[in-house]
């Protein structure tokens, strides 16, 4: 199928955001509105307050993006949205200008997981990974490492048990008194702490799978600001520093493992707590250590965004895919990337 301009649609979480690509390589315009502004005084995404901004931004976000790439709606080949995983209520407001775009204009429709968006979003890059390669996702919502095979052959190897890291590093963002999103918050405090101050577990690192858990690192922060109390004298810096690193030193470890078991010497991060400086850092420092082949997206094409939900049904569209109609959005089921 003749497949040129795709719209990319995406508001599973915060941020509502519309992208149109040219021929799967070329990224027109990549709109994204960000909603911390509203969360934050809450410590974290009230998901009807979230749905509501959605309202309001999906259509001047999709205008946007028309605009910016200089295309009309009935110039384009094909709508591609995010179906799930995420927060339904706003999953739904994308999906549904999406659909009635698409009925409109009389346009191939396709939905898209959210986490092939994520795994895919290095393919928006100038140098593409090759395959096989591993792919470690670490988000908001999810902390995965999958094989990926090819296109759309995707293993998983291991996840999260517990928390996701990206909500690891908001709760302790929240515990220490930060502004949401907590991930920037942390980086940026931790520049000036210290990284070995404190020993914070680092978790199922004795256990033989490549999953993972956050959630006995997020109570030892816990019970060590307990302990602190009113001791004011403790670096809030150290404290940021010391779980930053008990974070990168878990998914530096099961990462690497997994390229050791699978006999594999490319690997792509991605996700949210991928745009984390010291992590991408720490990534690049093992793969010339261990000589295997890294690609981080950029920082924009890592935290939420439309450019990878376009470039994944672009993919798709051009093999002929396309969903209908009343194609339903869901809230979980990431592992089998439906
Ligand atoms: O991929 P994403 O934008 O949305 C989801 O699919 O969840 O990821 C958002 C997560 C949040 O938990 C946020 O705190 C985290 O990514 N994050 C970071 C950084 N920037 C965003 N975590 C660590 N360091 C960062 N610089
Ligand atoms: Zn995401």
Redesign the pocket.
């Known amino acids: 199928m003749k497949m040129e301009l795709v719209l990319g649609i995406e508001t599973s979480?915060d941020e509502t955001a519309a992208a149109v690509l040219k021929n799967g390589n070329e990224l027109l315009s990549n709109v994204v509105a960000s909603q911390d502004d509203i969360h934050t005084k809450f410590g974290g995404i009230v998901p009807e307050l979230a749905c509501r901004r959605h309202i309001e931004c999906i259509l001047p976000v999709i205008e946007k993006a028309l605009t910016d790439a200089n295309v009309k709606l009935k110039e384009l080949d094909g709508i591609s949205v995010t179906k799930g995983p995420g927060l339904i209520g706003s999953i739904l407001i994308g999906f549904s200008a999406a659909k009635s775009i698409a009925f409109a204009m009389n346009k191939p429709f396709i939905g898209i997981n959210?986490i092939e968006g994520?795994l895919n979003a290095a393919f928006l890059e100038k140098i593409k990974p090759p395959y096989p390669h591993i792919a470690l996702i670490a988000?908001?919502?999810h902390t995965s490492l999958f094989k990926v095979m090819n296109f759309g052959e995707y293993q998983l190897l291991g996840r999260t048990r517990d928390d996701a890291a990206?909500?690891a590093?908001?709760k302790v963002a929240k515990m220490l008194g930060y502004p949401q999103?907590?991930?920037?918050s942390?980086?940026k405090s931790s520049m000036k702490g210290n990284p070995s101050a404190i020993n914070f577990p680092r978790g199922m690192l004795k256990d033989d799978s490549l999953d993972f858990s956050f959630s006995g690192l997020k109570t030892a922060v816990m019970n060590y600001l307990r302990k602190l109390e009113n001791d004011k004298s403790e670096d809030k810096a150290d404290i940021a520093a010391s779980f930053q690193q008990s974070v990168i030193d878990t998914l530096v470890f099961k990462t690497i493992r997994a390229l050791d078991e699978c006999k594999i010497s490319s690997l792509v991060v991605a996700?949210?707590?991928a745009?984390?400086e010291p992590l991408r850092k720490v990534f690049k420092k093992e793969s010339i250590n261990k000589d295997f082949k890294l690609f981080i997206p950029s920082i924009n094409f890592c935290?939420?965004n439309a450019a990878m939900i376009a470039y994944a049904g672009f993919k798709r569209l051009s093999r002929g895919e396309k969903d209908s109609l009343d194609l339903n959005a869901f809230a979980t089921g990431f592992m089998e990337l439906a």
């Open positions: 979480c959210h994520h988000s908001g919502g990206g909500e590093f908001d999103p907590g991930g920037p942390i980086e996700g949210g707590v745009a984390n935290t939420d």
